[in-house]
């Protein structure tokens, strides 16, 4: 089994900064894909950030400039800066991941969220 958990969330005002990392964890073979999405209240789940495992990334229009995703295979974690934060940055963000496991069965994986606050 695969296990993503995330961390860094918390409360910051407009304009601030804060980093996201997504570490993978159990019987991991190789991580291909990683990703964050984020689900603000009564919204549905949305893509922000996808990058591949060769480096490749993309993200949603409404992050471009301002969010970077990044990752670091040797630890299994990916990231995500997030700078010139907003009020409507405020959701839960959730890392996803294509993991092969040791079983070599592909298979998708969430983390359980971390909750990101912007005050204005």
């Known amino acids: 089994q695969v296990q993503l958990v995330e961390s860094g969330g918390g409360l910051v005002q407009a304009g601030g900064s804060l980093r996201l990392s997504c570490a993978a964890s159990g019987s991991i073979h190789r991580i291909d894909d990683m990703g964050w999405y984020r689900q603000a209240p009564g919204k549905q789940r949305e893509f922000v950030a996808h990058?591949?495992?060769?480096?490749?990334?993309n993200y949603a229009d409404s992050v471009k400039g301002r969010f970077t995703i990044s990752r670091d295979n040797a630890k299994n974690t990916a990231y995500l800066q997030m700078n010139s934060l907003k009020p409507e940055d405020t959701a839960v963000y959730y890392c996803?991941?294509?993991?092969?496991?040791?079983?070599?069965?592909?298979?998708?994986?969430w983390g359980q969220g971390t909750q990101v606050t912007v005050s204005s």
């Open positions: 996803n991941a294509d993991c092969v496991s040791t079983a070599r069965v592909l298979a998708n994986y």
């Open positions: 990058i591949s495992s060769g480096g490749s990334t």
